[in-house]
């Protein structure tokens, strides 16, 4: 096993302690005081330049601020000479702000903060120094870091995967997450509470249909046949009142004729009456145009009378001409109108000769408009019954989709029940095997690594035991039992030695001391010793700083 020690420390600004240089050339250290005198400010110190940082390091600065802290270890392993340093720097940018850090050495060369972690990461992880550094220090951690620290370094990585190998655990879903589970479970059975009310209420929607449709739909079709075999005789018997109205329509037209014919007649005649008056008035006018002008009713005699009788018996002549025309066409509008009489007098005994029935046509009609109303009154109900019965047939089909997906949430929550036991199981398994591991690698210690609550969930914690008793209630001399035994597993572990703090050492006996294999920094308080002390053991001699 490598072991490390220290063969001369320097500390200075450093809180309110004096400035200090010894070289224990390996030897024990031993720094008394009373309380307040300064014995875990140094035991901080050296703690700082291992593993601390800016932070840790703001802690130590003195009171006043006029100084800062810095901390030098010439460390070695009997091969190996190290001489590491670390001291707070301030600095001041171009706003005049005020800020401090860490400068690290090692052999008296500036390095930086990661190259100087670096040379202890060799050894063990970061973590870990203080554990070895400082006696029953790892006590003092949260448990979550405890338990980290515990299963990182003493609990195989891959423990989950090779327990899902084997054959108990074969049908066990991965990851075996029980929470995600129950999360599951819940809502498959919040889902499956839900199925019945919903088939409840699509049963309650299904109506029973007491009519046949394929009766109805043989009815609707004989009444088709019937409407279409009496819309068949409706045409014959419209044709036939057709033919029947041929002869009045014509009939109607000729009369419409022969009235117009008529009115035309009289009209003529009216004109003819009145253009002979005219006639006769030109005649009586011509003879008396010698003497009076019919104009003017002035006498007028010579040329100018031979001109009004010019005149006159020019328009006589042209109303000769339209009076012979008017009744010339009188006279054919005469045999036109005796024409016509003898036509209508012809349709007339011919529609008078008629005798047919058109009541046929009005109950042929009447019963096409029943049959009308009946095949809709079918048709209605056809389709109401069709809806109905999709309707049913779609509440059925929802119906049987809901008892399927109950069926199959009930083989899911089967599976999630399993499962949940599986996996208790499963964890029952896990803690058996990490405590195991780790309380394996102990003498006297025990850890409780898991805890079960009353829900049946188990969490994860971390609590040191001797006996069974939990490491708060465990006596000084047990503490120091059970802190050893820590030390030396770890120590074992990583087949390393560091010098080792020891505080609160006036509670243990210097035999029990003696156990320990490290170079032992031991911190003890004297009471009234207002000044701390320094004492040291090395090859030449005692020394005291």
Sequence with gaps: MKKFVIEGIAVGNVAKLPSIHIEPKGGNIIVTGQNGAGKTTFAKALLWLIMGGTTDGEKLIPLDGNYLPYVEVELTDGTLHSVLRKEMIQKTDSRGKISRTTDCFMGGLPVTQKAFQEFFGTYVPQEIFQVLMSLGSFFKLKPDVQRKILTDNFVAPNVDEELLKSAEFEKLWTPPDLMKIKALKKKLEGESAKIPAMIEALTS???????????????????????????????????????????????????????????????????????????????????????????????????????????????????????????????????????????????????????????????????????????????????????????????????????????????QLTECEFQIDLIGKFISRKMELVTESINSQFKVLQFRMFEKLKSGEVQNICEATLNGVPYTQLSKGEKFKVALDLLNTFQNHFDVMFPLIIDDAESYTSNSLIEIPNQKIILKAVEGQVELHIDYAQAEGRKVA
């Excluded at 145009?289 to 018996?313: F, L, N, S, Y």
């Excluded at 005469?334 to 009005?362: H, M, P, W």
Aim: aromatic share 4%; hydrophobic share 30%; with cysteine.
């Design 205 to 411: 929607q299904i109506v029973e249909v007491t009519d046949d449709r394929s009766m109805l739909e043989t009815e609707l079709a004989a009444l088709k046949k019937e409407f279409n075999e009496v819309t068949k005789s409706l045409a014959m018997s419209r044709e036939k009142i057709k033919q029947f109205e041929l002869p009045r329509e014509e009939l109607r037209k000729k009369n419409y004729e022969f009235s117009t014919l008529n009115n035309e007649y009289k009209a003529g005649k009216a004109k003819l009456e009145s253009d002979k008056a005219r006639l006769e008035k030109l005649r009586k006018d011509w003879v008396n145009a010698a003497e009076v002008c019919p104009t003017c009713e002035q006498r007028i005699t010579g040329a100018h009378a031979d001109k009004v009788r010019e005149k006159i018996k020019a328009e006589g002549d042209e109303l000769s001409k339209q009076i012979k025309d008017t009744e010339t066409k009188l006279a054919e509008m005469r045999a036109q109108g005796r024409a016509l009489k003898k036509e209508i007098e012809k349709l007339t005994a011919e529609v008078e000769s008629q005798n047919y029935d058109t009541s046929e046509v009005d109950g042929v009609t009447k019963r096409l408009n029943e049959l009308q109303d009946e095949m809709s009154a079918r048709r209605d109900r056809v389709r109401d019954i069709t809806s109905q019965l999709n309707r049913n047939a779609a509440n059925q089909k929802r119906i049987d989709e809901l008892m399927a997906h109950e069926k199959d949430l009930g083989r």
